[in-house]
């Protein structure tokens, strides 16, 4: 009776050591994820001389939020914003699930959904440049940088460098397996 008690006070023990285990290796990820993201955007704010650049990620079915922001100024903090509840729908989705990159100089002269342009005006964005971050099973979240100053132009090495972020995000096993 005593060596069955023992074995099953160290199959408890080693099941608890497990779980442990696995908590460590799933925080360990979650903080490399999380610093990477957050390199990733300071350094997109400052090459692209903007207000903010956002992690925009999604948690369910075209529902998300912004998870993550690099901003120039406290005053344009957007952080948990979950974005309009009936505008972004299944035909943006689509595209940004194609990889579409939305570079928008100016919202006010830009033809768009009115929910949309309205939605930019509540986050303060004059300007934004949208890039997907795409992973195997689909549409993870969305590379955003806001101009909220004014018009901001984006040039082609603008464009291409959020694309290479996002691409270098969506490569990341932390990220992958998130």
Not at 22 to 44: F, G, P, W
Not at 108 to 119: A, G, I, N
Not at 124 to 149: E, K, S, T, Y
């Amino acid at each position: 009776m005593q060596i069955h008690r023992h074995s099953e006070s160290h199959q408890s023990r080693d099941r608890r050591e497990q779980g442990l285990e696995k908590l460590l290796t799933r925080l360990v990820r979650s903080i490399q994820r999380d610093e990477l993201v957050r390199q990733t955007t300071n350094q997109l704010r400052e090459s692209l001389q903007v207000d903010r650049v956002v992690l925009y990620y999604f948690y369910g079915q075209w529902q998300g939020q912004v998870t993550f922001e690099s901003l120039s100024s406290p005053e344009f903090s957007i952080l948990g914003s979950t974005g309009p509840d009936n505008c972004f729908n299944d035909e943006y989705a689509a595209l940004y699930l194609a990889g579409r990159t939305r570079a928008i100089a100016d919202i006010e002269l830009e033809p768009m959904e009115s929910c949309h342009r309205d939605f930019l005006r509540s986050m303060q964005v004059r300007a934004n440049l949208v890039v997907p971050i795409l992973i195997p099973r689909g549409l993870w979240g969305l590379l955003v940088a806001h101009h909220c100053q004014g018009p901001h132009h984006w040039s082609q090495s603008n464009m291409e460098m959020m694309q290479t972020a996002a691409q270098a995000l969506a490569a990341d096993h932390n990220i992958l397996e998130s």
